[in-house]
C-alpha cells in the first residue's frame, strides 16, 4: 500500500471537525460499519504517515489507516483514520481513542448531528468532538489526495 507523505503549504488550510470515536473494532470493520449503518462510501486510501514516522529510523514501520468518503451531492468530506496501531496516538490530542473521524466542509452543527448517530452504532462504546487540538497537530490532517490509491 502506498503511503502519503504530506508537504503542507503554510498558505493552506482546510476547515474540519475532529471526532473521536472509542470502539474495540479492526479499522476495516470499522469503515464497513459506518457504510452500512450510516450510509457513507469509505474506500481505504493511502495510509498517513505524520512526520514523526516519516522520518524515524524505521522506514517499513505501518502508518495509520486512512479511510475516505465524499457525500454525494454535498460539500462534506469524511475521513476516518486509525489510531490505535501505533504506540502513540496520530495526534497527541486524541490518546485514549481507537478512530478519529474527520468531517470537512460541514457547519460544526453536522457534526453534532453526526455523533447522534454514531452512539447508535452498538460497537461505539464512545464518541465526542475533539477540543482543544493544537494548529500543529491539526496542521497534520491536511490532506490533498482524496484519490483510492491502494
Known sequence: MADIWLDLDETSWLD???????????DYR??????????????????????????SKLPEQPGYAVFYSPLENHEA?????????????????SEGFDFIL???????????EWIKQLRK???????????????KSLSLLIFDDHEDTT
Open 16 to 26: 474540519f471537525t475532529l471526532i473521536g470515536i472509542v470502539a474495540q473494532e479492526p
Open 121 to 135: 452504532i452498538s460497537a461505539v462504546q464512545w464518541c465526542g468532538i475533539l477540543k482543544n487540538v493544537s494548529e
Open 77 to 93: 468530506q469524511f475521513r476516518l483514520i486509525g489510531n490505535k496501531s501505533h504506540p502513540q496516538p496520530c495526534i497527541k490530542e
Open 30 to 55: 470499522m469503515a464497513w460499519l459506518l457504510n452500512s449503518t450510516l450510509q457513507l462510501n469509505f474506500k481505504r486510501i493511502a495510509d498517513f504517515k505524520p512526520p514523526s514516522i516519516a522520518v
Open 102 to 112: 474527520q468531517i470537512s466542509n460541514a457547519p460544526s452543527t453536522f457534526a453534532e
